[in-house]
């Protein structure tokens, strides 16, 4: 009977362990794919700010055909939710991730871009209280009111100091000021705001209905939509020109003395794609191994992570102001997701544990 119990408890062990290693790596990769992700997309844009379709593109094609040859094994296997649920969440998906990548166009700065994204909760809050009549408590309320208070200051700081940053082959006339273009790439991260949270409740009804699927949703949902970037293969052609024609970078491949020379925009863009594949893959794994809580604390620290990356690193101007409505927005994610009283309970239990092993009398003594 003891060995049947130890045996048990060896098991446990090893499942816990190997739960805890997937939960960790999950948490590696979204700081090192997510991370590195953006830094990649911020060098991308800081050459070329309107790459954002032929970026989406290339990210959907590098996803779809991992897919195709793991997850559909060449469409073999067959989907455990039909086509024909996917479809609204191929458009709003399409929609929100052209309107996000393609908002850089806009003279978007990256540190505003990030924020702005930071926001999806407040979105949330709007289409529950519109779409499923949902009611939130008092903290909820005043988390979503930091929120958006953080994103309104950001942006309206970040509104005296526009400047057109189009890439000097493509600069035209135009009779519009950078401000009213400005004015359109925030219109842009707004919808895609929206939209993305929208897609979450649709998202959500369709995982009640036929369960949870994620590799599954994840290359149907950047396979269905490739035939719509037909409609935008002028301006994908115009970049794809841009990168190709961009400054040339060597490197010397050791041992057979060969050196390789590639395009430094082509480079940048194979590394946003391998990153997006590798961050958005670990998100699922974090979602799927850990609590709520957790995943909330690892997304929210890794953005914050990210912000003060660009902020440093490219030297993009952040004022007090700037920084007062990221504490804003940053606290707010916080607070909604009630992270802090979480923490304290989940901390006052680990203590009770240890102090109730430390108290605990040894067995081999007890048996004396």
């Not at 605990?360 to 003594?365: M, Q, V």
């Amino acid at each position: 009977m003891t060995v049947g119990r130890g045996a048990l408890r060896s098991q446990n062990c090893q499942r816990n362990m190997s739960l805890n290693l997937k939960a960790l790596l999950g948490m590696i990769f979204v700081f090192v794919g997510c991370c590195s992700n953006v830094y990649f997309l911020e060098l991308i844009i800081k050459i070329d700010p309107g790459a954002g379709n032929l970026i989406t593109f290339l990210q959907f094609l590098f996803i779809a055909t991992s897919g195709l040859i793991f997850t559909s094994k060449f469409f073999t296997v067959h989907p455990n939710i039909p086509l024909r649920d996917y479809v609204k969440l191929v458009v709003l998906f399409f929609g929100a991730n052209v309107c996000n990548n393609y908002a850089f166009n806009f003279n978007i700065p990256m540190p505003l871009h990030m924020i702005f994204r930071s926001g999806s909760l407040m979105a949330n809050m709007i289409m529950g209280i519109i779409l499923l009549r949902k009611r939130y408590n008092l903290r909820q309320y005043s988390s979503v009111a930091m929120i958006t208070a953080g994103i309104i200051l950001c942006t309206l700081v970040s509104s005296g100091d526009v400047k057109d940053n189009t890439h000097h082959s493509l600069k035209v006339d135009t009779t519009y000021s950078d401000f009213f273009w400005w004015s359109v790439g925030i219109a842009l991260l707004t919808i895609a705001l929206l939209v993305t949270a929208y897609m979450g409740i649709y998202q959500e009804v369709i995982y009640k209905r036929h369960g949870k699927h994620p590799s599954e949703a994840l290359f149907y949902t950047h396979m269905l939509p490739l035939p719509g970037f037909l409609i935008m293969a002028s301006n994908i052609a115009q970049h794809w020109w841009i990168a190709v024609n961009s400054d040339v970078v060597t490197l010397p491949v050791p041992v057979i003395n060969w050196s390789v020379t590639f395009p430094l925009v082509l480079f940048y863009l194979l590394c946003n794609v391998i990153s997006q594949y590798m961050c958005i893959s670990a998100v699922y794994v974090l979602t799927t191994e850990c609590a709520s809580l957790t995943v909330t604390l690892v997304v929210t620290l890794r953005k914050f992570i990210s912000l003060l990356f660009s902020i440093v690193y490219f030297r993009n101007p952040f004022t007090v102001s700037h920084w007062l409505g990221t504490v804003l927005v940053f606290f707010g994610t916080i607070l909604f997701g009630d992270v802090l009283s979480q923490l304290f309970v989940a901390c006052k239990m680990w203590v009770g544990k240890r102090f109730a092993v430390a108290s605990k009398p040894n067995a081999e003594y007890t048996r004396i």
